[in-house]
């Protein structure tokens, strides 16, 4: 992928934790970043969009932004049911196509 | 509330070719990008293609030879054809909705699991 993220990031209920997507100026220097939260078995969902928004029923919890050529996208509060896989996304413009990042396991 | 319906055969063989379809239940079929998108068991998400409404396409460079997207507006479908499958087109397929331009994918299908092997 060209879209680099950690393997893995953890923490303790109700802490925070922040994951990285970096990438370069052909996706995410000039493109929108949007985040997807995978649940064990199931299809991605949409967590941010246009680098920071939220879809109606995301809570503010989830935050998202973006600098240069990296994103990232926050979460407070955490929960045993934000275990998950998340996933940065955008288009790529060299390439001509969507991209996605190579995905962080969240642990609580 | 939208819903994405998705069918096709799970188990192929090396050298056939996939074929997919995604229904839409609820929301406009115009205005959006339909959009294939898989993961290899375990792995990452891999974009392969979107189509509007009016059949404009773009897909994955690294698969544009062998997929064919389409579309039908009266029944609010779309498809997936991935021909000369190997091993490694085995992934879960995931139909969504998006934006256009990779900007975001606001509903999914389930996914389909398509495995092949001889």
């Known amino acids: 992928s060209v879209l680099t993220q950690p393997p893995s990031v953890s923490a303790a209920p109700g802490q925070k934790v922040t994951i990285s997507c970096s990438g370069s100026?052909?996706?995410?220097?000039?493109?929108?970043v949007s985040w997807y939260q995978q649940l064990p078995g199931t299809a991605p969902k949409l967590l941010i969009f246009?680098?920071?928004k939220r879809p109606s029923g995301i809570p503010d919890r989830f935050s998202g932004s973006r600098s240069g050529t990296s994103a990232t996208l926050g979460i407070t509060g955490l929960q045993t049911g934000d275990e998950a896989d998340y996933y940065c996304?955008?288009?790529?413009?060299?390439?001509?196509?969507?991209?996605f990042g190579t995905g962080t396991t969240v642990t609580v | 509330q939208v819903q994405l319906h998705q069918w096709g055969a799970g188990l192929l063989k090396p050298s056939e070719t996939l074929s997919l379809t995604c229904a839409v239940y609820g929301g406009s079929f115009t205005g959006y990008y339909w959009s294939w998108i898989r993961q290899p068991p375990g792995k990452g998400l891999e974009w392969i293609g979107e189509i509007n409404h009016s059949g404009s396409t773009n897909s994955n460079p690294s698969l544009k030879s062998r997929v064919t997207t389409s579309v039908d507006t009266s029944k609010s479908q779309f498809s997936l054809r991935l021909t000369s499958l190997t091993a490694a087109d085995t992934a879960i397929y995931f139909c969504a909705r998006g934006r256009g331009g990779g900007e975001w994918w606001d509903y999914w299908g389930r996914g389909t699991l398509v495995t092949v092997s001889s």
């Open positions: 100026s052909s996706n995410i220097g000039n493109n929108y």
């Open positions: 996304g955008t288009w790529d413009g060299s390439l001509s196509a969507g991209v």
């Open positions: 246009e680098n920071h």
